[in-house]
């Protein structure tokens, strides 16, 4: 493939070895590196276990060889100068720079958080503490890429002005072709892309079309997380859904 292609590392579990298991299988396929999410609760209950995002990187750059990140960091919960301190630590420790994922959250972790008993605070709150991040990160780790994830206009905006990159989680084609073009026109230059879940019970030319649409649409790196979450399922699936061109316009390879 002639773009980025990150897959998501399985937090939804208490296995050390699914998490290593995913980075090594990544890496084997040739793609670009593993992202974490940051959640608090079980992905169909709130009971099941889920690691910890920031810990669970510290251990994927123990045996990464390429590039590991977030994606993204929820910035409530973790102060500006917290979050840039986990940006300098994995730029200290990894092989390959690291990316930075940040973002204000939505309903699902607002329902996480309550479960805990954490107050969400406004969204004006987060999207300053978003800011306040990115400017801890910039100052204390300078030169870790750093995206912004979410739809909103209000994220995209800080997206184009103050990060790297901007990423897309889910939605439909016409909506982030639509967002593409917008960012684009605020700064040419920050980087588009999309991110989604894709069921491999799913006909493999579908999940194929997933990937080109989203392409043709402007995305300029994908991530992509394949159901089940495991190391076994990258293996798999990986080489067939990726053997396609990512664009119309591309020969086959």
């Not at 810990?55 to 123990?62: F, S």
């Not at 940040?102 to 107050?119: H, K, Q, Y």
């Not at 909103?152 to 800080?158: A, L």
Request: charge should be positive; proline fraction near 6%.
């Amino acid at each position: 493939m002639n773009l980025p292609v990150w897959t998501v590392l399985p937090l939804f579990q208490s296995s050390r070895r699914e998490v290593i298991g995913m980075v090594r299988e990544s890496e084997s396929l040739g793609l670009t590196g593993v992202l974490a999410a940051d959640h608090l609760a079980g992905w169909r209950r709130p009971t099941s276990p889920v690691l910890e995002a920031t810990t669970a990187l510290g251990m994927a750059a123990g045996v990464a060889e390429r590039r590991v990140g977030s994606l993204v960091l929820q910035t409530a919960l973790r102060s500006p100068l917290y979050t840039a301190s986990v940006a300098a630590t994995l730029a200290a420790v990894c092989r390959a720079p690291p990316l930075i994922g940040l973002g204000v959250g939505d309903g699902r972790s607002r329902t996480e958080s309550n479960r805990l008993g954490i107050a969400q605070p406004s969204l004006a709150v987060r999207m300053r503490l978003l800011k306040e991040t990115i400017a801890a990160v910039r100052a204390l780790a300078p030169g870790v890429e750093i995206w912004v994830g979410g739809w909103s206009r209000e994220v995209r905006e800080v997206a184009a002005e103050q990060a790297d990159g901007w990423n897309a989680w889910g939605g439909e084609p016409a909506a982030f072709e639509v967002a593409v073009e917008q960012m684009k026109k605020t700064n040419p230059s920050v980087s588009v892309s999309w991110g989604g879940l894709l069921d491999t019970t799913r006909p493999l030319d579908t999940l194929r079309r997933t990937l080109l649409r989203r392409v043709d649409s402007g995305a300029q790196a994908l991530v992509v997380a394949l159901t089940p979450p495991r190391a076994s399922t990258l293996r798999r699936w990986a080489p067939a859904i990726f053997c396609r061109p990512t664009s119309r316009s591309g020969a086959d390879r």
